[in-house]
């Protein structure tokens, strides 16, 4: 017959994904835009040293609590903030916070703590970066020394003659860098030689095979040995049992992180926790 049919195919589950995405992305501006940090708050997970026997650090781990959406994951919100390029005022938000907390643990004694936080390529990238970074540290009065920079693989895949620029200009304020999940991506030592960088994270990937594979066969022992002829310290992340510690050790691994020394940390929690 002469009539038109229109076939329509509705995705029920794509439709609620985009919204979400759409909700996420307006949260963030939210957040972006406010003068105090709404939805936005840090954790803190204790970072243990296996030679020292304390915890000598916390990374700052960010986390949206937002009253509509409820609880964000990092995994979520952090791709959209880079997307959108909100990653930049969000991401300063984030450093200012977590200076504020190693300030805070400055004046409450514990003068040697590290505070890692974590960087996109985008913030990194950019290039005011150090020089608004350089300003925050001074404004919040914490000594360089005691902040590192977490940056994952990806950045390999950049310009990697300003990669080294800028991170040679982060160190001379004194900052330390390291690779996060180290051993998924991008990794190759050689490249870890050529760059100033001070850290390697071994990603939970690694841990994880210590559970069922023997030393022998697990060749995160190697990997902590050649990071040590590079110069580099090694920490191991997501350590959630006893015998991954113990293996660790044994490889002379430098510093552990994981639910087995403890979970993401609110700010008071972290305090007493280190107390
Ligand atoms: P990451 O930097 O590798 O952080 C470690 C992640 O592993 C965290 O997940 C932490 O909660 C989780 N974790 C720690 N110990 C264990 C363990 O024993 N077992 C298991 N299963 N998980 C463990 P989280 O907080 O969900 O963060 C996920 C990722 O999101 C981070 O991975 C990081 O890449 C990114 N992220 C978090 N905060 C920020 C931020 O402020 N800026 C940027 N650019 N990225 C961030
Ligand atoms: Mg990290
Ligand atoms: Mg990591
Ligand atoms: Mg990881």
């Known amino acids: 017959n002469d009539r038109d049919y229109w076939v329509c195919v509705y995705d029920n589950k794509l439709e609620t994904e985009v919204m979400r ?14 003068h105090i940090d709404g939805s936005l708050y840090i954790q803190y997970q204790p970072i243990f040293d296996l030679k020292a026997n304390k915890v000598t650090g916390f990374e700052a781990l960010s986390r949206i609590n937002s009253e509509k959406l409820g609880f964000i994951s990092p995994l979520e919100f952090i ?4 997307e959108t390029k909100l990653i930049i005022p969000i991401g300063e938000k984030i450093i200012s916070k977590s200076l504020d907390f190693l300030f805070r643990l400055n004046i409450l004694g514990f003068d040697d703590i590290d505070i890692s936080i974590n960087l996109s390529v985008i913030q990194l990238f950019k290039k005011d970066f150090p020089e608004k970074l350089f300003k925050i540290i001074k ?6 020394q005691n902040i590192i920079l977490e940056i994952t693989e990806s950045i390999y895949s950049s310009d990697y003659d300003y990669l080294n620029i800028i991170l ?11 690779i996060d999940d180290f051993g998924t991506g991008y990794s190759s030592l050689s490249r870890e030689r050529d760059l100033n960088i001070d850290c390697l994270k071994l990603d939970k990937s690694f841990i994880d095979k210590l559970m069922y594979l023997s030393p022998e066969e697990a060749i995160t022992g190697d990997i902590i040995s050649m990071a040590h002829k590079l110069g580099h310290s090694v920490v191991a992340e997501g350590v959630e049992h006893e015998k991954q510690m113990n293996y660790l050790k044994s490889s002379d691994c430098d510093r552990i ?4 020394i403890s979970r993401p940390l609110d700010e008071e929690k972290a305090i007493e926790f280190l107390k």
């Open 139 to 144: 404004e919040k009065n914490v000594n360089p």
């Open 168 to 178: 040679n200009d982060l160190k001379r304020i004194g900052l330390k860098i390291s």
């Open 257 to 260: 992180q994981g639910y087995f």
């Open 79 to 82: 791709p959209i903030a880079e």
């Open 21 to 34: 995405e759409q909700e996420i992305k307006h949260e963030l501006t939210k957040i972006s835009q406010l």
